[in-house]
């Protein structure tokens, strides 16, 4: 494998290559079960042909400025190095008609492949709701990294979770929050408490919950 190959960039390269041929007509009978091998392949023999510089752009990268509008800029890069068996590949398999038709396709690919991988992160603010996701009640909310930031570089080494989600919250009130922080930490919490849902199961939580929920906010209850 040259390198790279097993970077998240070349997987989603990987992936709009695929589905740009999956758009089209499918290039075998059993499109779902080859095209992956078929994608693959095709992936590998293109990847190099595509300016190193572009292998590991993010959002972030400083790259992101210049390239402006990214059909335009696609359309200078010349992909002199494209691999013949790409071309072959393609036109055996009645993709493309031609070295030209090979060479349009790869630039539609990498279009794609720039406008995803310099897309803006998700903005996890818009996920905020009135009420505590455990409570439920309405009151002043703070927001829980669901997967801790301590814990981010670890995460993503270890492929625990991918890098789309890193940041995601949950909306808590400050007594919920607390006892999340308190039931368990950093990594217990990126591993296996990194939704709402995995925290309800466990029975502390459920504990508080039921005692929370009957809590009014600013109201002594006798
Ligand atoms: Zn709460
Ligand atoms: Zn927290």
Redesign the pocket.
């Given at each position: 494998m040259a390198s790279g190959e097993s970077s998240q960039n070349y997987t989603l390269f990987k992936d709009c290559l695929a589905s740009i041929l999956f758009s089209s007509d499918p290039p075998t009978a059993d499109p779902e079960q080859s095209l992956d091998e078929f994608a693959s392949y095709l992936a590998s023999e293109a990847w190099p042909a595509i300016p190193p510089s572009l292998h590991s752009i993010t959002y972030d990268s400083n790259l992101t400025k210049p390239i402006g509008e990214i059909d335009e800029y696609v359309s200078t890069l010349p992909l002199d190095s494209l691999s013949p068996s790409f071309t072959e590949t393609l036109t055996s398999y009645g993709q493309v008609p031609d070295e030209e038709g090979a060479t349009r396709l790869l630039r539609k690919v990498a279009v794609r492949y720039l406008e995803q991988a310099t897309a803006p992160p998700p903005v996890w603010n818009s996920t905020r709701t009135k009420e505590?996701e455990?409570?439920e009640?309405e009151?002043p909310l703070t927001y829980h990294h669901l997967i801790p930031r301590s814990t981010h570089a670890k995460v993503l080494k270890r492929g625990w979770h991918p890098e789309s989600v890193i940041n995601k919250v949950a909306w808590?009130?400050r007594?919920?929050h607390s006892v999340v922080h308190n039931v368990a930490r950093g990594e217990e919490l990126a591993q296996h408490y990194h939704t709402v849902d995995l925290l309800l199961e466990r029975e502390d939580i459920q504990r508080w919950r039921k005692y929370?929920s009957k809590q009014r906010f600013g109201v002594k209850r006798g």
């Amino acid at each position: 494998m040259a390198s790279g190959e097993s970077s998240q960039n070349y997987t989603l390269f990987k992936d709009c290559l695929a589905s740009i041929l999956f758009s089209s007509d499918p290039p075998t009978a059993d499109p779902e079960q080859s095209l992956d091998e078929f994608a693959s392949y095709l992936a590998s023999e293109a990847w190099p042909a595509i300016p190193p510089s572009l292998h590991s752009i993010t959002y972030d990268s400083n790259l992101t400025k210049p390239i402006g509008e990214i059909d335009e800029y696609v359309s200078t890069l010349p992909l002199d190095s494209l691999s013949p068996s790409f071309t072959e590949t393609l036109t055996s398999y009645g993709q493309v008609p031609d070295e030209e038709g090979a060479t349009r396709l790869l630039r539609k690919v990498a279009v794609r492949y720039l406008e995803q991988a310099t897309a803006p992160p998700p903005v996890w603010n818009s996920t905020r709701t009135k009420e505590c996701e455990i409570c439920e009640r309405e009151v002043p909310l703070t927001y829980h990294h669901l997967i801790p930031r301590s814990t981010h570089a670890k995460v993503l080494k270890r492929g625990w979770h991918p890098e789309s989600v890193i940041n995601k919250v949950a909306w808590l009130c400050r007594p919920c929050h607390s006892v999340v922080h308190n039931v368990a930490r950093g990594e217990e919490l990126a591993q296996h408490y990194h939704t709402v849902d995995l925290l309800l199961e466990r029975e502390d939580i459920q504990r508080w919950r039921k005692y929370a929920s009957k809590q009014r906010f600013g109201v002594k209850r006798g």
